[in-house]
């Protein structure tokens, strides 16, 4: 198959979230995050380059594959197979009165009518599937209303008004519905009165309190978005100290894969509790892919998983592709975190440049590829962020169905 690039004029004035370390597990200190803190494409296109430049041709088989590997971050749209990169994100701490911080999210958000990512406002948004409605939380969370956003517009066509703050939105894999997290402060904040022992945080290398965040989970709204009819669900939440250590007080709700269930990660040990959308827990079996972190992304056929990083493989960065029902490996393919499906045999990774990256040094200028479950084609669909794990600029995509 023919591929052809688009690219634009490169610009230097990109800006590009902390990512932790993607190979090895690295502590996070909360010292760090308290400091620091579609469009319709006529044909089918895509790219021929080596991650490095100038290596031989590697094509990809995937459909309507958009790359902008000029771009990081990107200004135009990424999309591969099913599915787009509806939005990205930054972080940001904020200060705030009396000493309290927000580790805050700076979105941008695909235009369809401009055909480009533009920064946005909002405190924390979602894409529904299709890409042409979101829902949008503005101001200083949590919030008691949620905005429905044409994306062509740009326009909030109605709001959803509830009584219990809202933190975070989630669409259903159908987009027929929305689970909204409640809580009492704001889920990104961090307090002067929940403060957290950090080690070696002060100039002399002691440790010091530091603001901390507040595990404030009240429940969650499921949301019919037709009716706007919310149902609400008191699902409070765990009041440990292996959630404080987590460095947030962020603690939203999940859709299953099949919009019938909704999960958590738990805190007190590795996995997931399961909830009926009326918040009942629900008494299911663990499964093996349930304790890998970050959550997996399911293949669209439902039989494999993302797994986790697998180590180096003749001088490659790879990780792991898992059969959904035994955990057991089926493939490894080229990249350190493994992102979304594209279709069943190609997935969207973060991956470092192969002739820099080693754990410790080079691995976080990485960018977003295309890879095949043979792990013989990887296609460049972004380019670098920088190299520092701790720059603010770090980007962040979001995927959604189009």
């Not at 965040?213 to 009240?218: A, C, G, L, Y």
């Amino acid at each position: 198959m023919a591929i052809k690039l688009e690219q634009s004029p490169r610009s230097d004035d990109s800006t590009e979230r902390e990512q932790p370390s993607l190979l090895r597990r690295r502590g996070r200190s909360l010292a760090v995050a308290a400091v620091a803190a579609v469009a319709v494409v006529a044909g089918v296109i895509g790219v021929s380059l080596a991650l490095t430049g100038g290596g031989p041709e590697v094509q990809s088989e995937a459909s309507d594959v958009v790359a902008r590997p000029d771009q990081s971050p990107p200004r135009e749209l990424i999309a591969a197979g099913q599915v787009a990169v509806s939005a990205y994100y930054t972080t940001k701490l904020v200060q705030q009165p009396d000493g309290d911080a927000v580790n805050a999210r700076e979105w941008s958000l695909y235009n369809a009518a401009t055909k480009r990512y533009e920064k946005t406002d909002w405190a924390w948004l979602d894409v529904a599937p299709g890409m042409k409605t979101a829902a949008v939380l503005e101001g200083d969370l949590p919030v008691n209303r949620i905005g429905l956003m044409n994306l062509s517009t740009g326009k909030v066509q109605r709001w959803i008004e509830v009584d219990k703050g809202v933190g975070g939105v989630q669409y259903s894999p159908d987009g027929e519905r929305l689970v909204a997290t409640t809580y009492s402060h704001n889920p990104d904040g961090l307090f002067q009165d929940a403060p957290v022992h950090v080690e070696g945080a002060s100039e002399s290398g002691d440790g010091q309190e530091m603001p901390g965040p507040k595990q404030s989970r009240t429940g969650f709204y499921v949301i019919d978005v037709d009716s706007g009819q919310a149902e609400f669900s008191e699902r409070p939440a765990k009041k440990d100290s292996l959630a404080a250590m987590a460095g947030t007080g962020r603690q939203d709700f999940s859709w299953s894969r099949d919009g019938e269930m909704l999960w958590e990660q738990r805190l007190d040990q590795p996995g997931r509790n399961y909830y009926d959308v009326n918040g009942k827990l629900k008494s299911l079996p663990q499964q093996k892919t349930d304790l890998i972190f970050p959550p997996v992304a399911t293949s669209p056929d439902g039989k494999l998983v993302t797994g986790g990083f697998a180590g180096g493989k003749d001088g490659q960065i790879v990780s792991a592709v898992l059969d959904a029902k035994t955990g057991k490996r089926s493939a490894v393919v080229p990249g350190q975190q493994l992102l979304a499906w594209a279709d069943n045999t190609h997935l969207i990774a973060w991956r470092c440049d192969p002739s820099q990256c080693q754990p410790g040094k080079g691995e976080f200028r990485n960018q977003l590829v295309l890879v095949s479950l043979e792990g013989d084609k990887v296609t460049p669909l972004s380019g670098f962020r920088k190299a520092e794990v701790d720059y603010v600029g770090r980007w962040n995509p979001v995927f959604t169905k189009r």
